[in-house]
């Protein structure tokens, strides 16, 4: 039987669910937390798209995204302004749009080539979740690096999902949720199946997913670590003095001293010295002493120099030899931490792109530090969004990661949660302990399995020391790395192409 292709709402009842669908989504996520709301969110954009026309599709999906980005990263304007978050979550859109465009087109097309139950329980919602997850894919690395940032598995850091992290890493989550939201949609959808077919597919595909056991991750051993949370003024434009950033992490961690504490090392956030310790001899003695103090390596962000290029830096600094090793960070945000094509932008916003005065130069230096003997992965602010930087600090043999940020540019609003849960996921995912410390906060140490070992109140100076634990284990999700988005966004897209085919041939 050949199913009813009219629309199943009136396009302005799909753009009002599609407006609904931004905050709702967004309620799953930091800060409010409620992850079955982000399931409610995508079931609404899932169904506003159903056998619409191709431009309306586009214009709803527009609108979903919208709604979401604007509540989702509203802690944008807090640095620059609203122009900078409306022009990221316009961008955003436009890839929501075309991705909304597919998923109705494949609401047609696949109903069409394949009408059984079969086809609408099982294929269907695997092709929908293929193609979401594709757009996914494609926005978190397109333009200038992309914005990983709202991806709907990153929402599940507290969720009964959360164990299939290490299996499936956050592109293949966030498939799954899809098909489990499509799944359901479409039983409802499915009037003519039996009440008790259509109830006990959603829920099968659910318990199973639920009860994929947790990966076992073998520790081995523990590394005793201090991070300082110096609580500095941090943020762009917050008025200070050279060496004000340096002197408040110092002091923060002036407690350590006299604590007796057999550390393997200590780390220092992001930016934590506003004074090159590679050019001025003052910065260097400040980090010799807290190293020779603590009997420890340092590790700390700063701003380092060579020739006329500026770097974001993270630095392995032991008493009396310096800096021993150094990571630069590989992608800097665009429009944050350097202007690309500024030639062209500036023009069209000169007073915002004026705002940024230097532009970073990315990094090519490794990801990890031999630290006493113990690798840490190192990543700086948003890498810890980034697949590939964070897959490869494992595979160069990381036991640990640590994740230096700067979040005073986004004060109390959702971001620093945000990077939090990301941070949780990626223990989960890459089966490492992380230890998360800002300038201002949210700083935390999370074991593998995700749970907290510490954690910090925002803007307080304060410092955690633990016991953290070191694995070696390899997860699926590392080994597969990139190859689980590629097939689940590769089987979506070509059995769309299949779709399309058949349509064709049935009316040439």
């Not at 079955?36 to 969110?41: H, I, M, S």
């Not at 494609?138 to 999902?161: D, E, K, M, N």
């Not at 949370?229 to 002091?251: E, I, M, V």
């Not at 150094?326 to 500024?342: C, L, N, S, T």
Request: hydrophobic share 50%; aromatic share 10%.
């Amino acid at each position: 039987m050949i199913p009813e292709l009219r629309p199943r709402l009136p396009l302005w009842a799909a753009l009002v669910l599609a407006v609904l669908s931004g905050p709702i989504m967004d309620a799953g996520f930091p800060d409010k937390n409620v992850w079955p709301l982000t399931f409610v969110g995508i079931g609404l954009v899932l169904v506003s798209l159903i056998h619409r026309r191709p431009r309306a599709a586009l214009l709803v999906g527009f609108v979903a995204g919208m709604s979401f980005y604007l509540f989702h990263i509203e802690w944008v304007s807090l640095f620059l302004g609203p122009v900078p978050m409306l022009a990221l979550s316009f961008l955003e859109s436009l890839f929501v749009a075309l991705g909304a465009m597919l998923i109705t087109l494949a609401y047609r097309w696949c109903a069409l080539a394949w009408p059984t139950v079969l086809g609408r329980l099982a294929l269907l919602p695997l092709i929908i979740a293929g193609l979401w997850t594709a757009r996914e894919g494609i926005t978190s690395t397109f333009p200038y690096g992309g914005f990983a940032w709202g991806r709907v598995s990153l929402s599940q850091s507290q969720s009964p999902l959360s164990d299939l992290f290490p299996w499936l890493g956050v592109s293949g989550v966030s498939f799954v949720m899809v098909v489990i939201v499509a799944v359901a949609v479409e039983a409802i959808r499915m009037g003519s199946v039996p009440r008790l077919v259509r109830a006990v597919v959603p829920v099968a595909a659910l318990t199973a997913v639920v009860l994929v056991p947790t990966f076992p991750v073998l520790l081995e051993g523990t590394s005793t670590i201090a991070a300082v949370q110096g609580n500095g003024k941090a943020a762009y434009f917050d008025t200070r003095s050279q060496g004000d950033l340096l002197a408040a992490q110092f002091d923060a961690t002036e407690p350590l001293f006299e604590a007796g504490l057999d550390l393997d090392m200590v780390v220092w956030p992001e930016g934590a010295s506003d004074i090159d310790p590679l050019e001025s001899a003052y910065a260097a003695s400040v980090f010799d002493y807290v190293s020779t103090r603590l009997g420890a390596p340092l590790i700390a962000g700063a701003i380092t120099t060579r020739g006329d290029e500026y770097f974001n830096t993270s630095l392995l600094w032991e008493a009396g030899e310096g800096a021993v090793d150094y990571y630069d960070k590989k992608h800097p945000i665009p429009f944050g931490e350097y202007v690309p094509d500024r030639e062209f932008w500036e023009p069209l916003a000169p007073d915002l792109i004026g705002l940024i005065g230097r532009d970073y130069t990315p990094g090519t230096t490794d990801t990890v530090f031999d630290v006493n003997g113990t690798v840490a992965g190192i990543n700086i602010c948003f890498d810890i969004s980034d697949d590939a930087v964070m897959t490869d600090a494992v595979r160069s043999g990381a036991e640990v990661l640590l994740a230096q940020t700067n979040n005073a540019d986004f004060g109390h609003t959702d971001e620093s949660v945000q990077q939090l849960a990301i941070a949780r996921i990626r223990a989960m995912e890459l089966g490492r302990s992380v230890v998360n410390i800002s300038t201002v906060g949210t700083s935390a140490i999370i074991a593998p399995d995700g749970s907290t070992i510490d954690q910090l109140p925002t803007y307080t100076a304060a410092t955690m020391v633990a016991d953290v634990p070191l694995s070696n284990t390899i997860t699926p999700a590392v080994y597969l790395g990139k190859a689980i988005e590629l097939f689940v966004s590769g089987l979506g897209l070509a059995a769309l192409a299949l779709a399309a085919w058949c349509e064709r041939k049935r009316h040439p």
